[in-house]
């Protein structure tokens, strides 16, 4: 049976010993390293031996592969980009890159699908096929890094799947990514998003990577939470909350509360009210920021997004309550901005082929 080398899932050391176990020299690592940042294919890699140039190529026993390009959408009125990535095995994923004014982030996909189940994301329709390995996740950066033609120096793990979810995976790609030998991109220009695993919060809290944690919380009771994110049947407000304290106190970084607004759902100012009482009483004077966020439509789903009149009037009264809070800007709303929507229409367009 053929032996497979998920390439770009090595560390430096790794690798040196990977290259040892395949009869090439251990200091090749560094060379290797520097290509698959550029995301650059074996014929590229001059300064490597033949034989080693021949293993990575396609066809050969130990395959370099990066996530190809499947379909590609551009917005015209900002300049994000939204990737359909295809995997080794034809599983598609979803990447976007958006253009600051700091500079240039990504939204990467940590599964190839979702079973968290909320009620108003695509990414979750059709569920969980797999977790995503370290190398895939960075495969992502690197093959939009290598076809945008700019740095990309900040990254936001919300895309399809919950990372932590796929905890291992999650920190191996953090530790690679953040490394000197690999892209290097500063722990704190990096967030991950999550529907709210408590214990997983636990775990993260005592790990060395000071990113920004951001919760997907989209309620302020647990009767409308679980109505809208199964998970909240497992892990209530108050456990997630206590968690975030907890998570807060260990690592010094601040909070960040992801609030879909839901026209009729959580969007009213007496919602607003009931979210800023909720966070005083778990948080007190420690730093937050409530993140509020326009639905993007998904056709498969009944949710609607409320006015911009609405949001702003939620927005307002969040902070004249002191609660720091902004609405997420839109980038890229002439392509399939909701995560998951490119995906879903790929996979329909197959089935009817």
């Not at 392509?335 to 929507?341: L, V």
Request: proline residues 4%; contains cysteine.
């Amino acid at each position: 049976m053929t032996q497979t080398i998920d390439w770009l899932s090595l560390t430096r050391d790794e690798l040196r010993e990977v290259l040892s176990s395949i009869g090439e020299a251990p200091f090749r690592a560094d060379q290797l390293l520097k290509w698959f940042c550029l995301g650059a294919p074996p014929s590229e890699m001059t300064n490597l031996p033949r034989s080693l140039r021949e293993k990575l190529s396609d066809g050969a026993q130990y395959p370099l592969f990066y996530p190809k390009i499947a379909k590609k959408q551009v917005s015209e009125i900002d300049g994000t980009v939204k990737y359909l990535f295809e995997l080794h095995d034809g599983q598609l994923i979803e990447s976007v890159v958006m253009k600051y004014e700091h500079g240039n982030t990504i939204c990467v996909s940590t599964q190839a699908g979702c079973r968290m189940g909320c009620r108003f994301c695509a990414s979750t329709l059709g569920g969980r096929i797999r977790d995503l390995s370290s190398g895939e996740i960075l495969g992502q950066i690197i093959s939009a890094q290598r076809d945008f033609g700019e740095r990309i120096s900040g990254v936001v793990m919300m895309g399809i799947g919950e990372p932590l979810d796929n905890y291992d995976n999650v920190m191996k790609f953090l530790k690679i990514v953040g490394s000197k030998d690999s892209l290097n991109i500063g722990y704190r220009h990096i967030s991950l998003s999550s529907c709210g695993l408590v214990p997983k919060i636990y775990d993260l809290a005592n790990e060395s990577f000071p990113i920004t944690l951001s919760i997907s919380l989209h309620a302020c009771c647990d009767e409308d939470r679980s109505r809208i994110m199964p998970v909240n049947d497992k892990y209530n407000i108050d456990s997630l909350l206590n968690a975030c304290r907890d998570y807060f106190d260990k690592s010094g970084r601040r909070i960040s509360f992801e609030y879909t607004l839901i026209s009729g759902e959580n969007d009213s100012p007496e919602q607003a009210r009931k979210l800023a009482a909720l966070l005083k009483k778990y948080f007190g004077s420690r730093p937050i920021h409530v993140n509020l966020i326009p639905l993007n439509h998904v056709s498969e789903r009944n949710f609607t997004s409320g006015t911009k009149q609405d949001v702003k009037k939620f927005c307002d009264t969040l902070n004249s309550l002191k609660i720091n809070a902004t609405v997420r800007r839109r980038l890229g709303p002439d392509i399939d901005a909701s995560c998951g929507q490119l995906r879903r229409k790929a996979s329909a367009e197959a089935e009817n082929v």
